[in-house]
C-alpha cells in the first residue's frame, strides 16, 4: 500500500519526479527539533505585529507546528484543502524546474534543518525557510494565484550558459556555509568564485531579471506602503535576524515596479533595500507587466535570437499552433525584418498543444529541423487556413509535384505525399524529392536528404525556453551532484542530543520532578553538554516550578555565554525574553 506521500510523488510528472528525495523524519534531532521551537516562537513573536494577516492566518492552515519540525504527509493532508502539494528536494533547484513545481502548485521544500550556528540566517535552503516560510501565505487564495501564475511565467524564461554556472556557484556556497566544519578559505574561495562570475552577467537574461522579481517579492516581499508596511517574503518570515533588522530606516522601502528586476542580490547578506507593493493585485500587475516583455509573449525574431543565444532547448510556437522543439541554431529574415526560416540543431519534436505529434519526435528528427514560414505568394488566405477542398485548389494535392514560393523569396518545389492537421489547422506538409532554395540561391533542403517534413505557420508568435512536450522530450538537467555535507556528530554531541530529548519528555509530562531537574541540570554541567539552547530549555522548566535558585544558576551560565558574541547576546537575551513572557 502507497503511502500518501508516494500517492503525490506519482501524481507528478516523471520528468519532475528525478528531483524528488524522501523526508527522512527521523533524521531530525532532538536539538533539531528544539532549534525548530526557538525559531517559531521568536519568529511569531515578532510577526504577530509585523507581517501580512495572510501568514498568520496560514500557519494553523498548513498543518505547521510550532514545538516540532513538520512532517511532509502532515503538511500535504492541509495543503490538499488548498489544492497544493508539498514535496521534498535536497537544496537548490534549477530555476525554471523550480518554476515548474511552482506552476504545478508543488511546493518544493528542502527538508535539511539549519544548524544552530545558523539559528538566525542560512543562505541555505531548509525546512525553516521553505515549510515555515513559503507554506503558511499559500492559504491566501490571491496570493496562491499569483504563485502559480510566476511559476508558469517563469518556467518559459530563457535562461544562459552563465546562469547555469552562477546557480552552481550559489549552490556550492551555500552547502559549505551551512556545514560547520567548512574552512575560512574554503568559504572565501567559494565567495570569490560566485561574485566573479556574477560580475560577468552584464547583460542579464530573461531568468536571470525574473529570479530578481522574485527575489524582491515571493522571498522579500513588504506589503502596503514604504511608510507603514508587513512583511510577505519567505526570506523573511523565516529568518529571525533579517526580518527584526529589515524595519531599520537604513534599509530602503521602494514602491515595487518592474524596475526592482535591475536590481540584482547576494544570498549572503541581510538586503541593502526592500520592495513594497500596495496588495496582492499589484504584485499581479507587476508580473504581468514584466512577462510582456519575455520571448513567449512577444515571439518574433528578437525571441528567436533570445533563443539562439541561449543555446539550449527552446519552443517556437507558430500561428497555425505548430510547436517546434529544440535548439534554435538559425534564423533567415524576409525583407520586412520577419521569420523566414528557422533551424535547429539536434532532437528536436514537433507537437500541438503541448503533445507531440505521431511520428514527429526526437528519434525521426534526431538531427534537427528546418523550415520556411511566413506569407505563400498567390494564396489568398494563410496556408494553415485551407481546408481539403481548398488545398485542391490551389494546387496542393497529394501525389502531385508542385513548386510555390514564399513572400520571402525562399521557393520550395517537390512531391507532395502526405500532410498533417491538428483541430482544424493544417500543422505540417511532407514532401518527396525536394529542394528548398534561399533567395541567393543556398541550398537550405537536397532531395539525397530524404524526406522535407515543412512547417505550417504564418508568423512565429511565441518563443520559450524548453520543449512542449516534456513527457516524451526532456531536457531538464539530471539532479545536482551537489548535496548537503552529512555533519558526522561527535559523541558530546551524541549526549546533548539525549538531553534535548530528556528536556522534552520532562516538558510534556504533566507533574516535574524538581530533584530529577536539577539532577539533569547538574549532569549537563559536569559533562560539559551545556550550551544556549539546552539552558534556554532548561530555563522554561524551572520557570514552571518556579525553582528560582535552578533559574539564577542557568541564567549565569546564559550571561556566560552571552560575552561570546553580539549574535549570541542577541539569541539569549530574546530567549530570556520570550520565557518572561
Same mark, same amino acid.
Given at each position: ?71 511532509? !504527509? ?13 514535496? #521534498? ?7 525554471? +524546474? ?19 550556528? *545558523? ?50 556557484? #550559489?549552490?556550492?556556497?551555500? #552547502? #559549505? ?80 515596479? +518592474? ?22 493585485? *499589484? ?43 529544440? +535548439? ?38 534526431? !538531427? ?82 530524404? &524526406? ?20 516524451? *522530450? ?45 539532577? &539533569? ?61
Amino acid at each position: 500500500m502507497q503511502s500518501l506521500y508516494q500517492e503525490i510523488i506519482a501524481e507528478i510528472p516523471q520528468y519532475l519526479q528525478q528531483y524528488i528525495v524522501d523526508q527522512n523524519y527521523q533524521r531530525y534531532t532532538s536539538r533539531d527539533h528544539a532549534l525548530w521551537r526557538y525559531i517559531m516562537r521568536r519568529n511569531l513573536a515578532f510577526l504577530q505585529e509585523h507581517a501580512h494577516s495572510s501568514y498568520l492566518n496560514g500557519l494553523e492552515k498548513t498543518g505547521i507546528s510550532i514545538d516540532r519540525i513538520p512532517h511532509i !504527509d502532515d503538511m500535504n493532508k492541509s495543503l490538499s484543502k488548498m489544492g497544493w502539494k508539498a514535496v #521534498i528536494v535536497d537544496g537548490f533547484l534549477p530555476p525554471a +524546474v523550480f518554476m515548474e513545481f511552482q506552476f504545478h502548485k508543488i511546493l518544493v521544500i528542502s527538508a535539511d534543518m539549519r544548524s544552530i550556528q *545558523h539559528v538566525l540566517y542560512t543562505p541555505a535552503p531548509d525546512i525553516v525557510h521553505e515549510a515555515a516560510g513559503h507554506a503558511p501565505i499559500i492559504a491566501d487564495e490571491e496570493y496562491a494565484e499569483f504563485l502559480q501564475k510566476f511559476g508558469e511565467y517563469g518556467m518559459k524564461a530563457f535562461s544562459s550558459k552563465l546562469d547555469n554556472e552562477i546557480y552552481e556557484a #550559489i549552490r556550492h556556497l551555500s #552547502i #559549505i556555509k551551512e556545514y560547520p566544519d567548512t574552512s575560512k578559505e574554503e568559504l572565501e574561495k567559494a565567495k570569490k568564485n560566485l561574485n566573479a562570475k556574477i560580475a560577468l552577467n552584464t547583460d542579464p537574461s530573461e531568468m536571470t531579471k525574473l529570479s530578481r522579481l522574485h527575489w524582491w517579492t515571493v522571498e522579500y516581499g513588504l506589503i502596503g506602503t514604504p511608510e507603514s508596511y508587513k512583511l510577505y517574503g519567505a526570506g523573511l518570515l523565516s529568518s529571525v535576524g533579517e526580518s527584526k533588522n529589515c524595519l531599520n530606516p537604513s534599509v530602503k522601502k521602494l514602491p515595487l515596479s +518592474v524596475e526592482c528586476t535591475n536590481h540584482n542580490y547576494d544570498i549572503t547578506k541581510e538586503q541593502p533595500q526592500l520592495f513594497v507593493n500596495k496588495d496582492w493585485r *499589484h504584485l499581479l500587475n507587476v508580473l504581468e507587466e514584466f512577462s510582456d516583455s519575455l520571448s513567449f509573449r512577444t515571439g518574433g525574431n528578437k525571441a528567436i535570437e533570445t533563443a539562439i543565444a541561449s543555446n539550449s532547448a527552446a519552443t517556437c510556437t507558430l500561428s497555425s499552433g505548430l510547436q517546434i522543439s529544440g +535548439v534554435l541554431s538559425r534564423l533567415l529574415k524576409d525583407q520586412d525584418d520577419n521569420p523566414a526560416y528557422l533551424k535547429t540543431t539536434g532532437a528536436t519534436s514537433l507537437a500541438y498543444n503541448n503533445r507531440q505529434i505521431n511520428e514527429h519526435g526526437i528519434d525521426y528528427h534526431a !538531427d534537427g529541423f528546418g523550415s520556411p514560414v511566413g506569407v505563400i505568394k498567390n494564396l489568398t488566405k494563410p496556408l494553415e487556413e485551407l481546408s481539403n477542398s481548398e488545398m485542391k485548389q490551389f494546387g496542393f494535392e497529394k501525389g502531385k509535384n508542385i513548386s510555390f514560393e514564399f513572400s520571402s523569396g525562399i521557393v520550395v518545389k517537390g512531391k507532395l505525399i502526405n500532410f498533417v492537421r491538428e483541430n482544424g489547422s493544417l500543422q505540417i506538409l511532407t514532401f518527396d524529392n525536394c529542394k528548398v532554395i534561399s533567395p541567393n540561391a543556398e541550398e537550405l533542403f537536397n532531395p539525397a536528404w530524404g &524526406l522535407f517534413d515543412m512547417a505550417v505557420g504564418l508568423s512565429v508568435d511565441s518563443v520559450y525556453s524548453g520543449t512542449a512536450d516534456k513527457q516524451k *522530450h526532456n531536457v531538464y538537467p539530471p539532479k545536482s551532484n551537489q548535496i548537503a555535507i552529512p555533519i558526522k556528530y561527535s559523541e558530546k554531541d551524541q549526549s546533548k542530543f539525549k538531553a534535548y530529548n530528556e528536556i522534552c519528555n520532562i516538558r510534556t509530562t504533566n507533574i516535574i520532578d524538581p530533584k530529577k531537574l536539577n539532577s &539533569l541540570w547538574d549532569k549537563l554541567e559536569k559533562d560539559d553538554l551545556t550550551e544556549w539552547l539546552i539552558d534556554l530549555e532548561m530555563v522554561e522548566l524551572a520557570q514552571i516550578i518556579n525553582d528560582m535558585d535552578l533559574i539564577n544558576k542557568i541564567k549565569n551560565e546564559l550571561k556566560i555565554l552571552a560575552k561570546q558574541s553580539e549574535e549570541k547576546k542577541d539569541i539569549i537575551e530574546s530567549g530570556l525574553k520570550l520565557l518572561d513572557g
